[in-house]
């Protein structure tokens, strides 16, 4: 707690920030009008044209007499009153969160015989302006994305969401190094069982080192050893404008460009916002396509592998022969074959992802060529299995979830194992497996699956997407209408 001398306090804050040694730490000790005050801050993380203009100049321009007759436990809030003019502001007595809050490019103001100080939002330091999204791109709708500044994200959310219900909740994740977060929800909306639980879920977080929004995205899901996300990430304002809409809480990350969406479905994963943005027979048509995809993505190579190995009467004899004939100069098996063309199809993805700039695309382009073509060439594989695990790779590209497409490709690889070892009878017995652990999932306590399993009453909008005028049902895991 804050002492009511103001030279034990600075001393205070000299040590816990290592001044002066530290010289970005910024204490500047002033006269005040009939007291003394003192302003703590971190040089680079505020706006000094700011705090010069609004607090330090008003207050050392004040009467000797100014103040005289205010209690001392009241000289902050004179101030405050009669001197700076900074609108965002909190009164607190506690130095650890004050500390924490300075280090965040607030800055403190003291004065002697107060044991409590103010914190203004002065933060001035350098941030991205608002760009297009890299990941999510749309052909209708916005084409703006959030950036590293969280006051910068709530500003993009509130110009879509004008109503008075929108809210926002700032806690700190972690333990000695805070994480800013930011959790915004529609009052009367949103569940408050649910906002209780991703609150303390983030509260309960005592990491020693910073957060990112991954991690943040690890602390709210409950099942850690999923293959598919429980919580729905997005970089596009426009579409965590719509989770607020239909009852979900969205959790802002400072320093990271995307929100998090909970509780969310298996559904929003395969979503875009496209979707809502086309006629719905539009939407419905590209979803269906997505789907196709996906499946093709995860089934084909495993598929291809079952039939070769134990199902050859699936095939037509021109064709059986043909693939024989193929794999008869291929010197190793048919599932190595097929495993070592779908890693390298992985293999060819990251290196084009992680090149820089647009090196990536003309590797991906090129080694995708120069690889298949010697492959075939130096038979060391078959060109109908070529086909297949292109076909497959590009059928992962219809995915829109990045995460959920990385989990897609662990499953694929399941899925391959299953059909080389015990055809399309262990590859049903795989599926089986997953979609009833698909099932038990939950996020933040709703069904993964639902409202499909278990049932729930809800919008049109899965894979058939119907006309706007049947769109009016609130998500099933918000606030329930009163009547």
């Known amino acids: 707690m804050l002492l009511k001398a103001l030279s034990r306090n600075l001393d205070i804050f000299r040590a816990r920030l290592g001044a002066p040694g530290n010289s970005d730490v910024l204490i500047r000790r002033f006269r005040s009008g009939a007291f003394e005050s003192a302003l703590i801050a971190i040089d680079g993380m505020v706006a000094s044209q700011l705090i010069d203009e609004n607090i330090l100049k008003p207050c050392m321009d004040l009467p000797d007499t100014a103040g005289e007759a205010v209690p001392e436990d009241d000289r902050v809030s004179f101030l405050m009153a009669h001197a700076v003019s900074i609108l965002p502001m909190k009164m607190k007595q506690n130095i650890d969160e004050i500390l924490s809050d300075v280090l965040g490019g607030q800055c403190a103001l003291i004065s002697e015989g107060c044991s409590s100080a103010c914190v203004m939002d002065t933060r001035g330091f350098e ?267 590009l059928g992962g590209f219809c995915v829109p979830s990045y995460a959920m497409s990385i989990g897609l490709k662990i499953i694929q690889l399941l899925f391959l194992s299953a059909g080389a070892a015990g055809g399309l009878y262990l590859m049903a017995l795989l599926l089986a497996a997953l979609l009833c652990a698909l099932c038990a999932m939950e996020s933040v306590s709703s069904p993964l699956t639902a409202p499909i399993t278990p049932p729930r009453r809800a919008n049109p909008d899965f894979l058939v997407r119907l006309p706007m005028k049947f769109q009016k049902a609130r998500a099933f895991f918000a606030e329930k209408r009163n009547g």
């Open 127 to 393: 941030k991205r302006t608002i760009g297009k999204p890299e990941v999510e791109h749309v052909v209708l709708g916005p084409h703006e994305s959030f950036t590293e500044s969280i006051r910068t994200n709530i500003t993009l959310l509130r110009r879509i969401v004008q109503r008075e219900e929108l809210t926002t909740e700032f806690i700190s994740a972690g333990g000695r190094m805070k994480t800013r977060c930011a959790l915004l929800y529609l009052r009367g909306t949103a569940n408050e069982a649910v906002l209780s639980q991703v609150r303390a879920r983030i509260e309960n977080c005592t990491y020693d080192f910073p957060l990112t929004s991954g991690e943040v995205e690890q602390l709210i899901e409950a099942h850690p050893l999923s293959l598919i996300p429980s919580v729905v990430r997005t970089e596009r304002p426009d579409r965590a404008a719509s989770f607020l809409a239909e009852g979900q809480v969205v959790v802002l990350t400072d320093g990271a460009p995307s929100a998090l969406g909970a509780p969310a479905t298996l559904f929003h994963q395969l979503h875009t916002p496209d979707d809502a943005s086309m006629r719905w027979q539009y939407g419905t048509f590209l979803r269906t396509i997505r789907l196709t995809g996906m499946l093709i993505h995860v089934f084909l190579p495993g598929l291809y592998l079952a039939v070769l190995r134990f199902h050859p009467e699936l095939l037509s004899p021109m064709l059986l022969t043909s693939v024989y004939e193929t794999s008869s100069r291929v010197p190793i098996s048919v599932f190595l074959e097929a495993l070592l063309m779908t890693l390298a199809f992985n293999l060819i993805n990251e290196a084009g992802l992680r090149a820089p700039g647009a090196m990536g695309s003309a590797l991906g382009i090129v080694s995708g060529l120069i690889l298949g073509q010697s492959a075939v060439s130096a038979d060391i594989v078959s060109p109908l299995l070529l086909i297949v695990v292109a076909a497959s790779g």
